[in-house]
């Protein structure tokens, strides 16, 4: 492995092991098989556990980091029992058109990347899944739109990630009683603020 690739892994792993238990507990919760993340920077935990991961980032460190394809291979495989998995790197910016085929994906996964949902939700199938979280206000964005319904939500504890479907209409209940509207939300760029939060929620395509 280069030392370049172990470095970036190690900054981005430094919580070691959280993004795996966080997609663990995604994995346990859902049928998934392919997989798309923009804005995914090096974050390569999803292939510990999915077997067909496509990363989108328009960093110019992420084409290095996934040109030594043996050592990207390296950290996932300690991390899996088999081999059977294919890691698929796009160096782009996701707002522009992508290679992937609209409604391909069963997972489409939206974290600390601005508005992945309003620009590749046409590549997830419908009755898949979106995670997202609201860091810049893009769970907030899935909320109100209508191609989605409100299927989940994970919790974080002591680094432990659990997924929960039950008692959902408690969320995105803004503390300020304002509307939520995508220009709204668009310009804040982060979190609306809610009465009660998650870390991430999860959002079923439904049209
Ligand atoms: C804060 S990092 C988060 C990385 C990863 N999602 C994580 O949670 O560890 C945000 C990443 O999104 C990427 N990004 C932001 N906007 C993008 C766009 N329009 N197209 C591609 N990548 C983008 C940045 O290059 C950066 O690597």
Same mark, same amino acid.
């Given at each position: 492995m280069d030392d370049a690739t172990a470095k970036l892994w190690a900054t981005q792993d430094r919580h070691v092991g959280d993004r795996e238990r966080l997609f663990r507990a995604v994995a346990d919760a859902l049928d998934v098989d392919t997989v798309l993340y923009p804005g995914?920077?090096? *974050?390569?935990?999803p292939s510990m556990i999915f077997d067909h991961v496509t990363y989108v980032d328009n960093d110019k460190r992420f084409p290095k980091f996934f040109s030594d394809q043996a050592g990207v291979r390296e950290i996932i495989s300690a991390q899996? @029992? *088999? @081999?059977n998995f294919d890691v698929n790197p796009i160096h782009a910016d996701y707002t522009t058109d992508l290679p992937i085929k609209d409604e391909a994906v069963d997972l489409l996964i939206s974290l600390y990347a601005g508005f992945v949902s309003e620009h590749c939700?046409?590549?997830?199938?419908?009755g898949g899944t979106l995670l997202v979280n609201?860091?810049?206000?893009d769970a907030s964005m899935a909320s109100i739109d209508e191609r989605y319904e409100f299927t989940g939500v994970i919790t974080s504890r002591d680094s432990h990630y659990r997924f929960g479907a039950a008692?959902?209409?408690?969320?995105?209940?803004?503390?300020?009683d304002e509307p939520i509207t995508v220009e709204r939300v668009r310009d804040l760029?982060?979190?609306?603020?809610?009465?009660k939060s998650a870390f991430a929620y999860l959002f079923t395509r439904t049209s």
């Open positions: 995914s920077y090096v *974050d390569i935990a899996r @029992d *088999d @081999d939700t046409r590549y997830l199938k419908v609201d860091s810049h206000g008692t959902l209409g408690g969320y995105f209940i803004p503390k300020r760029g982060r979190t609306i603020g809610y009465t």
